[in-house]
């Protein structure tokens, strides 16, 4: 038995990234999964369904960051004078 494989490949809504999703895909089984990334939903969904369909599933998430300045680290995380 073949373990399960996942890839993820982050930024990928187009160029490389893109094409980088689209040659794992074709190089693995159809048991796998390759998680394709980006900050627009609708480029997402886009790239996902311009690929070709064969060899591993291709789903889409979108990857938004929170901006450091608006997250709030647990007490005691870090020193008033270092970074999170």
Not at 7 to 28: F, I, K, P, S
Not at 40 to 59: H, I
């Amino acid at each position: 038995m073949t373990a399960t494989r996942v890839a993820l490949v982050t930024g990928a809504t187009q160029g490389l990234g893109l094409a980088l999703v689209e040659g794992l895909a074709h190089r693995m089984s159809a048991q796998n999964t390759v998680y394709l990334t980006g900050r627009s939903l609708d480029r997402v969904n886009q790239a996902v369904d311009a690929l070709p369909a064969g060899g591993a599933r291709v789903r889409g998430r979108s990857s938004t960051a929170t901006p450091r300045s608006t997250t709030s680290a647990p007490p005691g995380c870090c020193a008033p004078s270092r970074r999170c």
